[in-house]
Each structure stands twice: as C-alpha cells, then as structure tokens.
C-alpha cells in the first residue's frame, strides 16, 4: 500500500510531466513540493523500488504505465471532490484545493463512484481542468494555450485557471476571469502586466498569473453564450 506521501509525489510528478514534458529534474521536483532535494532523492529511490518511476541519471525522472496509473486516479479523486465540494457542499472554488488534497487518498471505489453519479459524471472540475474516467485513461491536460502567450485585441474564451493559490483564484474570482469568460487582451506591458477586458471592465493581471490561465480563441457562439448567462 502506498503513503499519501508517495502519491502525492507521483501527482506531482504526473503533472510536471503534462506542464513541461518528462524526465522531471528532481531539483523542480523538489521546487514544486517545496522540499529539499535529499527528501526527493530519498522517496525517489523508494518509487524506483516499487517499479513507479524510472530514473535516468543526470536527467530526471518520470512515471511508469503503473505509476501513471496511480497518478490518474488520485487526481481523479481531486477533481471530483473539488467538484462534489463546490456544488453540493457550498464551497468556494478557492476553498476545495486544501480538502481536496486531504481527502483525495483515503476514498474507496465505492464512494468515487457514488460521488460521480451524483454529480452526472462531470467532465471538468470547478476550474476547468479535465476529471480522468472510470477507466484511468490520462485526460488530455494540454487544453488550451496560455493567456500570456497571447498578444493585444485577441478575443479568447477562459479554459482552465490553476487551483494551486487561493488568494491567485480570489482575484480571478474577484475579476470575472473564470472558465467560460471571454475577454479581450487590451495592452500587454513590457515589466510582464497582462490588461484584459471582462464585460467592459479591466483587469490588469500579472504576467504569472496570465501563464496560470488557459485560453482558446473566443467565437460568435461562446460570446451568445456568456451574454445570456
């Protein structure tokens, strides 16, 4: 049986995987857990042992079918629960992160399932990001480009916003930036501030947050869509 521990290593590792391609470092490993780098060595050889990862000297890490499997389905934990908290608990999509993360390793198949039903098999979490199926089959996580990868008087609709910072998803909240939105970029400024229009209101978004945010180019039929809402 694994350790919450090593799951949340082989998350970690699955979605560093997605986000900028295998092997993984073990000293971003370590960044992105805010670890040291002797605790990733030290539970990276343990994965190695259990046939989880495989390691290629001087170059990193990266999950097995089996340890991407494991990956899969705790993050398909995360992301139902995140979606179960918000729609049937009342929660803030700032607030389900945290629960999520702490309830993600100890539900049974039973209850997943039950959570699933309940909530008509969703196929996206309150942020956008895809729930993996029943089958474990990985998701496409590649939806979208960047909205900083984007430059002035582009109309692009939100996708997907990252649910790691909740003070980051509160200004989102705040500024109307969430999956579904259209917005159109107004000034791009060289220090790395991204200017957006919201429904004629603008919001000024630092370049960090707009590479946390997932765009596609707006239609006619997503902005009929967002006006009758």
Do not use: C
């Amino acid at each position: 049986m694994l350790s919450d521990v090593m799951e949340d290593y082989l998350k970690a590792i699955y979605y560093l995987e997605r986000d900028e391609g295998a092997p993984i470092g073990t000293s971003r490993l370590a960044e992105y857990l805010d670890v040291t780098a002797p605790t990733v060595t030290s539970m990276v050889d343990s994965l190695e042992e259990r046939g989880l990862v495989d390691r290629e000297k001087y170059k990193g890490v990266e999950l097995t079918t089996d340890g991407e499997t494991v990956a899969v389905e705790v993050v398909r934990h995360h992301r139902l629960l995140e979606a179960y908290l918000t729609e049937h608990l009342d929660y803030d999509w700032t607030e389900v992160h945290d629960e999520a993360d702490a309830l993600e390793h100890h539900i049974s198949e039973e209850f997943e399932r039950r959570v699933a039903n309940a909530l008509g098999d969703p196929e996206v979490d309150p942020h956008g990001d895809p729930i993996p199926s029943p089958d474990l089959t990985p998701p496409d996580e590649g939806t979208g480009t960047r909205l900083d990868e984007h430059g002035e008087n582009e109309r692009l609709k939100v996708e997907r916003v990252s649910d790691r910072d909740a003070d980051e998803l509160a200004y989102l909240q705040d500024a109307g930036v969430v999956p579904g939105t259209v917005l159109e970029i107004t000034d791009v400024a060289p220090f790395g501030m991204v200017t957006v229009d919201v429904d004629g209101d603008e919001q000024s978004l630092p370049e960090s947050v707009a590479r946390s945010i997932r765009v596609s180019v707006a239609t006619d039929s997503d902005e009929s869509v967002v006006e009758e809402a």
